[in-house]
């Protein structure tokens, strides 16, 4: 059967990966901290989920950073898209929040477009998670 496949298929793999925080919350303690990936040739579609625990936001954009892979960073800065769902993580209610990979290695949470996503400061986000997913091409 592998050889009815075609060729980009030779460029497959799937794993694990643990999200962190890049920027938006001091000193995180995570309660749940999971990723998983797909990867064709150099196209990688993921999805994650993160839960702090007993910790504070600083009022910060929110950043994800440990991506699986590196994004291309030929051309334009961004080359993927995706999106969370979040709670309390700036009091709010649940929200899509646009995720741009930027700077090779982490993802930058938006709302309503260009509109940095971020925590509130001093807030406790103890029990906050945020679920996401999409897809970014990679420079390999």
């Not at 579609?45 to 440990?66: E, P």
């Amino acid at each position: 059967l592998h050889d009815a496949l075609p060729i980009f298929l030779d460029d497959y793999e799937e794993g694990t990966w643990s999200p962190i925080h890049r920027n938006g919350i001091d000193s995180p303690a995570y309660t749940t901290q999971r990723g998983r990936y797909t990867k064709v040739g150099n196209m990688v579609h993921y999805s994650f989920a993160l839960q702090w625990g007993s910790c504070d936001g600083n009022g910060g954009q929110l950043m994800i950073g440990n991506v699986p892979f590196s994004t291309d960073s030929s051309g334009n800065a961004e080359h993927g898209v995706g999106t969370i769902n979040y709670q309390n993580v700036n009091g709010g209610e649940e929200q899509v929040v646009t995720i741009s990979l930027a700077a090779s290695t982490r993802m930058d949470l938006y709302k309503k477009g260009s509109v940095a996503f971020t925590t509130t400061n001093g807030t406790n986000v103890n029990g906050t998670w945020l679920y996401g997913g999409g897809c970014y091409q990679t420079s390999t």
